[in-house]
């Protein structure tokens, strides 16, 4: 990776960490620029949206802000498809070829690659960041590494 995008991931953190410290707008809002943010500065992200843990459901996400082509899939119970399993195991998941997964659920037939970064509160799974992107093996180490502090960041949120 080029020393310069990785100097741009590391504007992005910052400008995420602004965001969330700003005091006169609502957590939508600023979930809802953190996915402009992200979708207008990584080429490889297509598709930027938060899943929510629905505190009115068991063990059920429920589709928050988000920037891309509308999905069928506004509520995710646990375990289903790559944002139910990172719900389920609090782990991140990087899927550099979705054709490949048993368990996917399609939103578009143009997403090739995902990524699943969970965000905890306290240890506790509170919501994910979800990014589609529609180059196959798009997904890097970089881009894990920033996303994890962004998800680490927007835990203050919730």
Request: aromatic share 6%; proline share 3%; hydrophobic share 35%.
């Amino acid at each position: 990776m080029k020393k310069k995008e990785v100097q741009n991931y590391e504007s992005l953190v910052n400008a995420t960490r602004k965001i969330v410290d700003r005091g006169d707008t609502s957590r939508e809002h600023k979930l809802q620029r953190i996915c402009e943010l992200l979708a207008e500065n990584v080429e490889a992200f297509d598709w930027v949206g938060f899943y929510l843990v629905d505190p009115d459901a068991d063990r059920e996400l429920v589709l928050g802000p988000y920037v891309g082509e509308e999905t069928d899939h506004t509520r995710i119970p646990f375990g289903k498809g790559i944002c139910g399993q990172a719900a389920e195991t609090n782990e991140t998941f990087v899927v550099q070829d979705v054709s490949k997964e048993d368990n996917y659920l399609a939103c578009s037939v143009h997403v090739k690659a995902e990524i699943v970064v969970p965000v905890k509160k306290d240890g506790e799974f509170v919501a994910e960041l979800d990014i589609d992107s529609h180059t196959k093996d798009s997904m890097t180490d970089d881009h894990r590494e920033m996303l994890e502090r962004i998800c680490e960041t927007v835990a203050s949120l919730f």
